[in-house]
């Protein structure tokens, strides 16, 4: 992570830059484009390299197209870049068919030669599956939402039959494949760029200087201030209505929602809590709620002596009130989670007996573990508000004092931003709270990344965590065909987090969007932004 960070600082010294301290002309972008102001900062343009932030949930999809995205209605994989696809008897052999006349962004540093061909399908998979290939250790080696899939044991080749046929074959039938290679996370690059950067020695540039297929090619990125982006002319689905689109990145929270009071900002993309009545007072605003595919949690490192033992676990979660967080910190715009899949999840279990707030109880098995006297433990709290929790601060804070309810002492380590894959390596720290935002509808999205075998290597699985029966269970779902199979599978591995407790579950996060009600043709989607190719300005 820390080489993902150095790529912000040098994006400031490239040409990318018109210069760090310019601000942005609102009138000026508002003629021809609108600003979205955002809540985070990218580390990377390239949305292989990072799990979540802007990068995966906002700007990529401007930038890149996938071969399959995602039906925001049924969270079903249909035709993008891959106009169709069939699968052999087994399960295990993809084959996609892509269109044709497909243009790569001409930028100030690449102008392709040749339209979109399978050679960059391949190019862009095996980066990632490809310890040898020549981009896998640029920007540090690291694909934290494919490590967490596990995806490099899945995939064993990636092959171009022709110029427009692709072919994957796994090492066994994945029912999430199709989903998986349909998110943000998957973007196909040009390998015609990629071999001119590699001769010119200056690889670094693919995640720097980005070319893809999307609607708005970068044109500008000041670090901390704006991210610019032009209009693809080329556009494979025909140019769209606005020359530009500003991100601007240099206020967070209350300074974000005060831009777009006073028109800076022409849309504001989730905005916390407590911002949304004064936004609803607002006539001039639209607000849009999106689904919630999301949840905050608490990671528990079960390597620690005492919560290595599942009945400390399961009183730290009987102690959590988490009424009052939703009330607190949601405003009851949240809803309770008694897992990590979200509500709208098709294999959901909630067990109330298992997740619910009971002091006596808590006090109890702490009694019983050996901790009648006192426990004390650390927890790790990013202060950046996240759609799946509007005020971090606050809701360690909440937990901080049920915990204390108890007679356990928790210690906060607060900072600016707290990383999962920095923290990986920390072992002072005890909990985490945390959160994760699905890409797909499926439940393996949520509980491998976060709770496999797999993932624990990687170290991504940050409760350091490892059931091999809850393992079986997730890959056999991944291989049987009838739904109803399926739901029994998850619903089986989830009675085992009820039972082991590596996580506590906090809440799910609504989603909201607001935005000047002159601009129309924003899509909603339960997983990230969709693109901008339909937003026109009314007057």
């Given at each position: 992570m820390k080489a993902l960070l150095k790529l912000s600082i040098t994006l400031c010294s490239i040409a990318l830059v018109a210069g760090c301290e310019d601000t942005i002309d609102h009138t000026k972008v508002r003629q021809d484009g609108f600003v979205y102001c955002d809540q985070g900062r990218p580390s990377t343009f390239n949305p292989q390299l990072v799990d979540g932030g802007i990068t995966v949930e906002a700007i990529a999809p401007q930038l890149y197209d996938t071969l399959l995205t995602l039906n925001s209605g049924t969270h079903q994989p249909v035709p993008n870049l891959a106009k169709s696809w069939t699968v052999d008897e087994s399960g295990t052999v993809y084959t996609f068919n892509l269109r044709d006349n497909v243009e790569f962004h001409t930028t100030d540093w690449f102008t392709p030669t040749r339209t979109l061909n399978a050679d960059d399908v391949v190019f862009s998979f095996e980066r990632i599956l490809d310890t040898d290939h020549p981009y896998h250790q640029v920007g540090g080696s690291v694909y934290p939402w494919f490590a967490g899939i596990n995806f490099a044991s899945l995939v064993t080749r990636v092959i171009a039959i022709d110029d427009h046929t692709v072919q994957f074959t796994l090492s066994k039938p994945d029912n999430s494949f199709l989903s998986n290679i349909s998110t943000a996370h998957a973007p196909i690059f040009s390998a015609e760029y990629g071999k001119i950067l590699q001769q010119e020695e200056n690889k670094l540039n693919l995640d720097t200087h980005p070319v893809g297929t999307g609607p708005f090619y970068l044109d500008e990125y000041q670090v901390a201030d704006l991210v610019r982006l032009k209009r693809h002319n080329k556009y494979w689905r025909g140019p769209v209505e606005m020359d530009q689109v500003v991100f601007d990145i240099s206020h967070r929270g209350a300074g974000a929602l005060a831009k777009l009071l006073r028109g800076e900002c022409d849309v504001l993309n989730s905005p916390v809590s407590s911002q949304i009545p004064i936004i609803l007072k607002e006539d001039s605003v639209v607000l849009q709620a999106k689904p919630a595919m999301n949840v905050s949690f608490i990671a528990l490192n079960t390597q620690h002596p005492a919560l290595s033992d599942q009945r400390v676990r399961k009183a730290l979660n009987l102690a959590i009130n988490r009424d009052n967080i939703l009330e607190a910190v949601y405003y009851d715009s949240g809803e309770k989670a008694y897992t990590l899949l979200p509500p709208s999840s098709w294999a959901y279990q909630k067990d109330q007996t298992q997740v619910r707030y009971d002091r006596n109880y808590a006090m109890a098995l702490l009694r019983d573990a050996g901790y009648d006297k006192g426990l004390e433990l650390t927890m790790a709290v990013p202060l950046e508000p996240r759609v799946y929790n509007p005020s971090p601060?606050?809701?360690?804070?909440?937990?901080?004092?049920?915990?204390?309810?108890?007679?356990?002492?928790?210690?906060?380590?607060?900072?600016?931003?707290?990383?999962?894959?920095?923290?990986?390596?920390?072992?002072?720290?005890?909990?985490?709270?945390?959160?994760?935002?699905?890409?797909?509808?499926?439940?393996?999205?949520?509980?491998?990344?976060?709770?496999?075998?797999?993932?624990?290597?990687?170290?991504?699985?940050?409760?350091?965590?490892?059931?091999d029966d809850f393992d079986f269970l997730l890959d056999l779902a991944l291989e049987v065909s009838e739904p109803r199979y399926r739901v029994n599978l998850y619903r089986q591995a989830q009675n085992i987090l009820f039972e082991q407790v590596p996580v506590i579950p906090i809440a799910h996060g609504q989603k909201y969007q607001a935005h000047n009600d002159d601009l129309t043709g924003f899509r909603t989607s339960p997983f990230n932004a969709q693109p901008f190719d339909q937003v026109v300005r009314l007057k």
């Open positions: 601060r606050k809701t360690a804070e909440l937990i901080q004092a049920n915990l204390a309810d108890v007679g356990v002492t928790l210690n906060l380590l607060t900072d600016e931003r707290v990383d999962r894959i920095e923290l990986a390596n920390i072992q002072e720290v005890d909990l985490l709270l945390t959160g994760w935002v699905g890409n797909t509808g499926d439940p393996d999205n949520y509980l491998r990344p976060l709770l496999s075998c797999s993932s624990k290597r990687e170290g991504l699985n940050l409760s350091m965590w490892c059931n």
